[in-house]
């Protein structure tokens, strides 16, 4: 990627992963991510913030060729994943005579991660200041967003802040700020979702923390260590503020996955019977669907109603896989419900039913009733899911 002026002094040295398209083995990534990282020229010590991901290190050096930079003085290690600090071994290789800076969790981390020898690593709190001239590193531990390590650093003289994954967005973009917000929103909504939503109340904090910094006009720029940078930092503030508030919107979604169409056609009719009653319902099909896509939908849902049919003497192992991913997100879901179908003896739908709850015990759901069929639904069967209709709708329409 280009260098690219920040501010005055303050370089983006990021690079842009356009094709990569899965994080963790696990996260879809529709359009790519960036490792972003800064180099800060204050007028006596040069500072890099973050690194790079091990296979990008070429590039990455590459970068601080481009910017002349000769000598580092300090590295801040704002998160140890190695998206951001993979790089740092090779960088050191390079700079030998900069200091790390980390918060103590992540010094730990970094020494058994990346084997960074201890005496490289010098651990900073909340009333660390680093004078580096005419600029001032200052640091706010903030931990878990996402790991217990994570710290944000803040210039005060360009009131900027690198937030790490804090705000960010897998989006691979040449945009060094944020200049198209549709895009940019549904991209941060979606990390938000995968990365962020299972600590909603560290996130309410360290939201409230910088809007208060932005009220008193001491926050312009927020650059977190995914995708652009945001000059407008109410824009993802506000959206912040609302993915992690108390109350969930009045949503339903339906995970499920079918064999014969047994299940669908529960789905089918559950679906037609919400959408009459004016309630957003989204079915996602287990099978077809990209996991991130069900993610962002839990940001907002407020209903859950999983649907399986019954195999290898248990829940569809797909359903299974996603109820392990929603009990894993905690998402601000306040109902659920489940329904399927079962081979041979009633027994197999309550024991369905159960299993698949017992994969979702982090959530403070209350449970509606399920609905199970025998092979194909019955007139019986719709009965029964008009009940769970009325059930879900006195619970979603206010
Ligand atoms: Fe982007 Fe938690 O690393």
Redesign the pocket.
């Known amino acids: 990627m280009a260098v690219l002026k920040v501010k005055d002094n303050i370089f983006a040295v990021s690079t842009i992963d356009w094709d990569r398209r899965l994080f963790d083995q696990l996260i879809p990534l529709p359009h790519g991510t960036s ?1 972003n990282a800064f180099v800060i020229r204050a007028s006596e010590k040069t500072v890099l913030v973050d690194t790079s991901y091990p296979p990008r290190t070429e590039e990455f050096l590459s970068n601080l060729e481009e910017l002349n930079v000769e000598k580092i003085d300090y590295i801040v290690i704002n ?1 140890c ?1 190695q ?2 600090s993979g790089a740092l071994p090779k960088v050191l290789e390079k700079y030998p005579d900069a200091q790390v800076l980390a918060s103590a969790k992540c010094k730990e981390l970094l020494m058994s991660h990346l084997w960074i020898p201890e005496e490289k690593i010098t651990a900073v709190d909340n009333t660390t200041q680093i004078q580096l001239g005419d600029k001032t590193l200052t640091f706010m531990i903030s931990p878990w967003v ?2 217990p390590d ?1 710290m944000f650093t803040y210039v005060p003289e360009d009131k900027i802040i690198f937030t ?2 804090f705000t ?1 967005s897998h989006l691979a973009t040449s945009d060094l700020f944020v200049r198209d917000e549709c895009l940019v929103y549904e991209s941060a909504k979606r990390y938000y979702a995968e ?1 962020m939503m299972p600590f909603r109340a560290q996130v309410k904090k360290y939201t409230e923390q910088l809007a208060n910094m932005v009220k008193e006009g001491k926050l312009e720029i927020i650059a977190p ?2 995708g652009p940078l945001y000059d407008k930092p109410e824009f993802i503030l506000d959206a912040y503020r609302d993915w992690s508030a108390d109350e969930p919107k009045k949503e339903v979604i339906i995970p499920y996955v079918s064999m014969y169409n047994s299940t669908g056609k529960m789905v089918d009719y559950l679906t037609n019977k919400l959408m009459e009653k004016g309630i957003k319902v989204t079915p996602f099909n287990l099978t077809q669907t990209d996991l991130g896509e069900l993610a962002v939908s839990l940001v907002d849902a407020s209903t859950m109603i999983v649907g399986m049919p019954m195999v290898l003497m248990g829940p569809h192992p797909a359903a299974v896989y996603a109820a392990t991913i929603v009990n894993a997100l905690r998402p601000r879901l306040k109902y659920v419900s489940v329904i399927g179908s079962y081979g041979w003896a009633v027994q197999q739908g309550e024991k369905m039913d159960e299993q698949i709850k017992a994969f979702i015990p982090n959530l403070k759901a209350e449970c509606l009733t399920s609905v199970f069929a025998k092979g194909l639904p019955t007139e019986e069967t719709f009965k029964k899911l008009d009940m769970l209709v009325e059930e879900v709708a006195a619970k979603n329409i206010s």
């Open positions: 490792y998160h994943e998206d951001h996402h790991w994570t790490t994954d960010g990365i260590s995914h």
